[in-house]
């Protein structure tokens, strides 16, 4: 059964600081990895999906990698600004096709002004 | 362009009663359509998933049900409510490509 571990839970920095979320999952046989945004009580925001056969995605000043064989991804934020506090949420999809995601428990980020 | 939405946004139940969260899908046809549960300190959980109409894939044992009476309407429901269906539920949806987008969920409290 897939797991997937975010740390920290929670990370507050001042802003401009150069930051990394990670996540790891235990079973490397993942189709795609994804990381979503989520804001206080709202729905989720897609922030980049990296597929199983690639290394890394950017976009802006975010920047997430990929490491398959060993379980581990990691969202690097460039320059945060306030506007960047939310919740981050890591997930992993087994299959292709049908986005069954597996999530982790997220990192709650607050970039202080 | 596609939207989802997502209602009611806010609910409050008693428990034994019974519920329904409706999400319905524009801009596109046949799209994978998904309910997932987030509970108070736990991650986001699969609960449902749907490829076409009358097709329902459960992922986790519950007290919960869904439906998907027309290519772009997918419905969760419950006869009866325990204290534990209790959480934020979010209706997404996926259309070919590996894009999930979600609604901006459902807040039910059950007491």
């Known amino acids: 059964k897939q797991e997937v571990t975010q740390i920290p839970a929670a990370l507050s920095v001042p802003e401009g600081e150069n930051l990394v979320l990670n996540c790891s999952f235990t079973d490397s046989a993942i189709y795609n990895l994804q990381w979503f945004r989520q804001d206080p009580g709202k729905g989720l925001t897609s922030l980049l999906l990296?597929?199983?056969?690639?290394r890394e995605q950017t976009s802006g000043r975010l920047n997430a990698s990929l490491d398959k064989s060993s379980g581990r991804s990691t969202l690097y934020i460039a320059a945060s600004q306030p506007g960047d506090s939310a919740t981050y949420l890591c997930a992993v999809s087994g299959v292709q096709g049908a986005q069954k995601l597996v999530f982790g428990q997220g990192t709650r980020l607050t970039i202080n002004p | 362009s596609q939207t989802i939405h997502q209602w009611p946004a806010t609910l409050v139940q008693p428990v034994g009663s019974p519920l329904s969260l409706e999400c319905t899908v524009e801009g596109t046809s046949n799209p994978n359509l998904y309910w997932y549960r987030q509970a108070a300190g736990r991650g986001l959980q699969l609960l449902f998933y749907s490829v076409g109409i009358g097709q329902i894939s459960s992922e986790v044992p519950q007290n919960l049900s869904a439906s998907r009476p027309q290519d772009r309407q997918f419905i969760l429901s419950s006869k009866k409510l325990l204290l534990s269906d209790s959480g934020f539920y979010l209706c997404?949806?996926?259309?070919?490509?590996?894009?999930?987008?979600f609604g901006e969920g459902s807040w039910l409290t059950v007491v």
């Open positions: 990296i597929q199983s056969s690639q």
């Open positions: 997404a949806w996926t259309s070919g490509g590996n894009t999930i987008y």
